[in-house]
C-alpha cells in the first residue's frame, strides 16, 4: 500500500539549532515528493519539491531536503532554526506518472521553537 | 497573481443538512483538487477536476461530490452531512496538463462544523 510516515509527531528546538524532520514513503515507483507547512488555521504552503535531477533540493525560507532512493526517505533540514518556523510541516508524494493530481501525505510532524 | 481562494471561510451546519463549497484556482490553472483535514484521518484526497471532468477521487462516500465549470472554478458538496464530516476542506490548484502530479498550491481552506 501506498504510504507516507513522519515518525515524528512532535519537535522541540531551541531557536538558532539544526532541524531535520524526516519523511519515508512506500510506493510502487519513485514518486514526486514535496514538504508542505502550514501554520495554525491556515492552508498549505509549499516548501520544496522533488521531481528528478540533484536529490539535495532547496527550497523556500531556508529549508533543503534530501531524496534518498535506497532509504525511501525524503528528509527536512534547515541549518539555523527562526521562531516564526513554528508550525506542522507535512510530507507528500504523488505519482511520477498516471495518476494525476492525488498527493498522499504524511501525519505531520508539529515544530515547537524555543526561544 | 492571486492565490487560491476559497469561499466561505467558516460553515456551522447541522446534521442532515448540505453543504456547498467554493473554489478559485490560480488563474491559468486547470486542475483543482480537494482534500479532507481532519484530527484523527489527517489530510485525505477527496477528488481532482480537470478540464470540467473528474478524473480521479479519493475513498470517501458517494455523499460527497464535485464539480468544475468551464472557468475552472470548483465546487464540492456534502449531502446529508455527519458529525464526522466536521473538518477543513482544503482546495489545491495546479496547471494539470501534464499527465502526472504537478505543484499543487493550495487555499486556507473551509472550516467546516456539523453540529
Known amino acids: 500500500a501506498q504510504s507516507v510516515t513522519q515518525p515524528d509527531i512532535h519537535i522541540t528546538v531551541s531557536e538558532g539549532a539544526s532541524l531535520e524532520l524526516r519523511c519515508n514513503y512506500s510506493?510502487?515507483?519513485?514518486?514526486?515528493l514535496f514538504w508542505y507547512v502550514q501554520s495554525p488555521g491556515q492552508g498549505l504552503q509549499l516548501l520544496l519539491k522533488?521531481?528528478?535531477?540533484?536529490?539535495l533540493v532547496q527550497g523556500i525560507k531556508g529549508f533543503e531536503a534530501e531524496f534518498k532512493r535506497s532509504q525511501s526517505s525524503f528528509n527536512l533540514r534547515k541549518p539555523s532554526v527562526h521562531w516564526s518556523d513554528a508550525a506542522e510541516y507535512f510530507c507528500a508524494v504523488g505519482p511520477s506518472s498516471g495518476g494525476y493530481n492525488k498527493l498522499i501525505f504524511g501525519a505531520g510532524t508539529r515544530l515547537a521553537v524555543h526561544p | 497573481k492571486a492565490g487560491v481562494t476559497q469561499t466561505p471561510r467558516y460553515l456551522i451546519k447541522t446534521r442532515g443538512q448540505q453543504v456547498t463549497l467554493s473554489c478559485s484556482p490560480i488563474s491559468g490553472h486547470r486542475s483543482v483538487s480537494w482534500y479532507q483535514q481532519t484530527p484523527g484521518q489527517g489530510l485525505q484526497f477527496l477528488f481532482e477536476?480537470?478540464?470540467?471532468?473528474?478524473?480521479n477521487k479519493g475513498n470517501f462516500p458517494g455523499r460527497f461530490s464535485g464539480r468544475q465549470f468551464s472557468n475552472s472554478r470548483s465546487e464540492m458538496n456534502v449531502s446529508t452531512l455527519e458529525l464526522g464530516d466536521s473538518a477543513l476542506y482544503l482546495c489545491a490548484s495546479s496547471l494539470g496538463g501534464s499527465g502526472r502530479t504537478d505543484t499543487q498550491y493550495f487555499g486556507p481552506g473551509t472550516r467546516l462544523t456539523v453540529l
Open positions: 522533488y521531481f528528478s535531477g540533484d536529490t
Open positions: 477536476y480537470f478540464s470540467e471532468t473528474q478524473r
Open positions: 510506493y510502487g515507483a519513485t514518486p514526486y
